[in-house]
């Protein structure tokens, strides 16, 4: 049963990265079966889907976000990560990571828990 | 983008009552649709794959129907702990998108 644990600062200043990490545990981040995508959901807001990675390397980015994300893997420690740069108060938001399967089209499942992301001064 | 609009925004309802929710997309998608279920302070939790099909563990109450743009999300029979925040997702292009929500709130 794969799970996912996301990790990173719970405090951001505006203009800078925010930087987040989701470990994966029950399973290989390479076994080319899955993409692994990261979610955002502001408080008492909707979900937003911020991009994916497959384990390949290949990427894809919500055109709203594109411009200042990069979705990386790292196989050898079964994580992958999120960079957003020059963050603003709108940034401020729930990041969850969670997994789809690597078929034409899929649902989200599991996600973890989601960490709370603040940016402020 | 494909937009998806839920309705209602909020329901208020008594326990073994009927729900619907329901989620239009701006465009077809064929059964690209599912369902997820978010309690305060929890993730989102997978309810219903692929329009209507079930997910093991999830209770036989609640239930899928739809295809193209128009898709329902029932549960009869509501029980307290169904109190929470029902989202749809499209998968059938990119950039994925989701519905606005739609809160239960048992009376």
């Known amino acids: 049963q794969v799970q996912l644990q996301e990790s990173g600062p719970g405090l951001v200043k505006p203009s800078q990265t925010l930087s987040l990490t989701c470990t994966v545990s029950g399973g290989s981040i390479s076994s080319g079966s899955y993409y692994w995508s990261w979610i955002r959901q502001p408080a008492g807001k909707g979900l937003e889907w911020i991009g994916r990675?497959?384990?390949?390397?290949?990427?894809n980015y919500n055109p709203s976000l594109k411009s200042r994300v990069t979705i990386s893997v790292d196989t050898s420690k079964n994580q992958f990560s999120l960079k957003l740069s020059s963050v603003t108060a709108a940034d401020t938001a729930v990041y969850y990571c969670a997994s789809s399967i690597a078929v034409a089209t899929s649902w989200f499942d599991p996600w973890g828990q989601g960490t709370l992301v603040t940016v402020s001064s | 983008e494909i937009v998806l609009t839920q309705s209602p925004d909020f329901q208020s309802v008594t326990p073994k009552e009927k729900v619907t929710i329901t989620c239009r997309a701006s465009q077809s998608i064929g059964s690209s649709l599912h369902w997820y279920q978010q309690k305060p302070d929890q993730s989102p939790k997978l309810l219903i794959k692929y329009a209507s099909q079930s997910i093991s563990g999830v209770p036989s109450r609640f239930s899928g129907s739809g295809s193209g743009t128009d898709f329902t999300l029932t549960i009869n029979s509501l029980e307290a702990e169904d109190a929470a925040a029902y989202y749809c997702?499209?998968?059938?292009?990119?950039?994925?998108?989701f519905g606005q929500g739609t809160k239960l709130e048992i009376k």
């Open positions: 997702h499209q998968s059938s292009s990119l950039p994925y998108s």
């Open positions: 990675i497959y384990t390949s390397g290949s990427t």
